[in-house]
Nanobody
Framework: QVELEETGGGLVRAGGSLQLACEVS????????LGWFRQVSGKEREFVAS????????YISGSVRGRFTVSRDNGRNTAYLHMNNLNVEDTGVYYC???????????????WGQGSRVTVSS
């Protein structure tokens, strides 16, 4: 059984930083791509970032590029979303995802985490 355990998130002031971690367990379908989507108030769910088995294979959404980065530690089966210079518009629920390949499409991912709330205060 595949499980995604998300940690991190919380409350931060605008301009601050947070890190989300996503640990995958039970994956038996070869290399796994990990990533994040977010649901912010009043907007559709959107892709944030994805990282392949090789840490060099990564893609960051243009809406957060330059502020967010993504990395992974295959030894720990964990990916990290590093969020810097956060603003109020980044407030929302961030969902870790796992799939067989990297994609910006939500339907490409087979498994979703429970979500981590990120709140940025002004």
């Amino acid at each position: 059984q595949v499980e995604l355990e998300e940690t991190g998130g919380g409350l931060v002031r605008a301009g601050g930083s947070l890190q989300l971690a996503c640990e995958v367990s039970g994956w038996t379908m070869g290399d796994v791509a990990l990533g994040w989507f977010r649901q912010v108030s009043g907007k559709e769910r959107e892709f944030v970032a994805s990282v392949g088995w090789s840490a060099g294979d990564l893609y960051i959404s243009g809406s957060v590029r330059g502020r967010f980065t993504v990395s992974r530690d295959n030894g720990r089966n964990t990916a990290y979303l590093h969020m810097n210079n956060l603003n109020v518009e980044d407030t929302g629920v961030y969902y870790c995802v796992a799939g067989r390949y990297m994609s910006v499409l939500a339907e490409a991912y087979d498994y979703w985490g429970q979500g981590s709330r990120v709140t940025v205060s002004s």
